[in-house]
């Protein structure tokens, strides 16, 4: 068969459900192709016994309060989808052990996380002033920015905002010495380095600190019906604006023209035809499923040359004892062995973080229950190496073991005669279920010559293959749910223009 629509959408995760609930409230007629039997692809749960756990999100940046919604409450309302949030009111626990180690709790509201800073380094005042001081500037900055539509005047660039710029080229760390923090201070602050799995010598500054900011101003976002919910709260969006979703659908091919425009897809046996596609599934795919013969030989360069971002290895389990029998207390506790960011990068028993959704949503699993969810970065030269078919399931019922029993002796606390259920998944489980090569969390590593500002840059200037648009933690500023969201709404934007003015609008 073939089937004609204005925009076709491949891939239902965060980025394309975003991407086609956009273009549907537009009037274009979209049709959003999915692999899977349902919506989300990494945003979603799964059942085991009487547990639904979820799959990916620990938790979500940039929601803000209800009063002051920061952007992803307001891209949720604007698209009318129906979404709640908790806000954690603690930014995280981390726990360093050994000599010169620390255990530190964090809160989250500025007021509250300076306090809670300067109650576990009294030195840190003036710093966390200049840090502040930096954020306010980089506000004005974007505002600026975006007042001039991505084309500042260099010079009121330099003049006026000269430390935004500072930190939108310098690696984390550096700045954060810039700033006056002692090693200590820099260490508790970097945190968050290993949820992005660059380390902090290498991150860019800026990049991070708008994610720091985002989890300080009313802390991070947890939806109560888990990441699934928002799911399929877009994917309502979608059917009520009368688009159209078609789940166990797998796009095999991408259709171009003569011109090398893209004209649409194949899948399962048919094709469908389309003045946009925007693809929710990695470049990588796509130039698989492409006759190479239509893509730039630039772009087909780049994405050989970007290097896979981290995954990580999940530990998912369910406890026939409520948190609070447990004592725990903590949504997110990171914890690690060493102190410096700088050796984690490889490191088995490195940094991980485990999270308590019912700290935060009590009713998330059954009465008498709580569930765990253990994350451990897998960095691309680290602990899968040696991982073979035949010793896989010894893998995983080892790295199980290993990390519960270093939670329990970190903690203090005992809960492997509570399991009930447990299921672990690695970066072989991500890389079947949603497609990403090497099971990547958030696409290409978002450093060096990739950063985040080198990306803005060229913006428009790469991946521009006419009649195809990408979305998704892969595309131009990665990491995590909120970008992704958000990457979906500019892709919709931009094939919204196209189809636009082929009609001649
Ligand atoms: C374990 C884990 C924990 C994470 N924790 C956090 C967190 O706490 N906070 C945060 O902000 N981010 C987190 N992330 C990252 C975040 O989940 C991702 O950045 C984001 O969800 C990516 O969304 P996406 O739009 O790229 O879609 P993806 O989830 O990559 O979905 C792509 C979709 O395309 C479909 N698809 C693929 N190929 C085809 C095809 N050929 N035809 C049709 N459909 C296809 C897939 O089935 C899938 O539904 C985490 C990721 C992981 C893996």
């Not at 709260?233 to 059917?239: F, G, M, T």
């Not at 903590?330 to 019912?358: E, P």
């Not at 329990?408 to 970066?427: F, N, Y």
Request: glycine residues 12%; aromatic residues 10%.
């Amino acid at each position: 068969m073939i089937y004609e629509y204005d925009a076709v959408v491949v891939g239902a995760g965060n980025g394309g459900l975003t991407a086609a609930a956009t273009l549907c409230r537009e009037g274009i007629r979209t049709v959003l192709l999915e692999k899977h039997n349902l919506p989300g692809g990494v945003a979603s749960s799964f059942v085991r016994g009487r547990f639904e756990f979820e799959a990916s999100l620990h938790e979500l940046c940039g929601v803000g309060t209800a009063d002051s919604p920061g952007s992803v409450r307001k891209l949720f309302s604007k698209l009318g989808a129906d979404a709640d949030f908790i806000n954690e009111k603690n930014l995280f626990r981390t726990i360093v052990t050994g000599q010169d180690g620390y255990d530190v709790t964090l809160e989250s509201g500025w007021d509250a996380f300076r306090a809670s800073f300067v109650r576990a380094c009294p030195g840190a005042g003036k710093s966390l002033d200049r840090l502040e001081k930096l954020f306010r500037k980089t506000d004005e900055a974007l505002r600026y920015n975006d007042k001039k539509k991505g084309r500042p005047n260099k010079l009121v660039m330099m003049m006026k905002y000269g430390k935004f710029l500072i930190s939108a080229s310098h690696p984390l760390d550096d700045v954060l010495r810039y700033l006056g923090f002692s090693l200590r201070e820099r260490l508790i602050l970097e945190t968050y380095w290993s949820y992005l799995g660059v380390p902090a010598y290498e991150l860019n500054a800026f990049h991070y600190f708008e994610m720091l900011k985002g989890y300080i101003d009313g802390g991070a976002g947890i939806p109560p019906h888990k990441s699934y919910g928002l799911s399929l709260s877009l994917a309502d969006v979608i059917l009520k604006n009368g688009g159209e979703i078609r789940y166990n659908t797998e796009v095999t091919g991408f259709i171009y023209g003569e011109d090398g425009r893209v004209t649409g897809v194949y899948a399962g046996g048919d094709e469908y035809r389309a003045k946009h596609v925007i693809s929710n599934v990695i470049p990588n795919n796509v130039f698989e499923m492409s006759d190479l013969k239509h893509v730039p030989r630039k772009d087909r360069k780049l994405v050989n040359a970007r290097k896979l971002g981290i995954s990580f290895i999940c530990i998912y389990l369910g406890l026939d004892r409520t948190a609070e029998e447990l004592g725990i207390k903590d949504y997110s506790v990171f914890i690690a062995h060493r102190q410096s960011s700088r050796g984690q990068a490889d490191a088995d028993m490195g940094m991980y973080v485990v999270n308590c959704l019912n700290v935060a949503v009590p009713e998330a699993t059954p009465e008498g229950t709580c569930s765990l969810f253990f994350t451990v970065p897998v960095f691309s030269n680290g602990m899968m190496k040696n991982v073979t078919p035949e010793n896989y399931a010894a893998f995983k019922s080892e790295t199980a073991r290993k990390y519960i029993e270093d939670y329990e002796k970190t903690l203090g606390v005992s809960i492997k005669d509570s399991i009930e259920e447990i299921s672990v998944s690695t970066p072989a489980t991500f890389a079947r279920y949603f497609g990403a090569p090497n099971g990547t969390a958030y696409g290409y590593e978002l450093s060096g010559w990739d950063g985040v500002m080198a990306r803005t840059l060229s913006l428009g200037s790469e991946l521009d293959i006419k009649g195809l648009s990408f979305c998704g933690g892969h595309s131009a500023s990665g990491d995590g749910f909120g970008v992704s969201y958000e990457s979906g709404v500019k892709a919709a934007e931009k094939a919204i223009a196209d189809i636009r003015g082929e009609r001649g609008e």
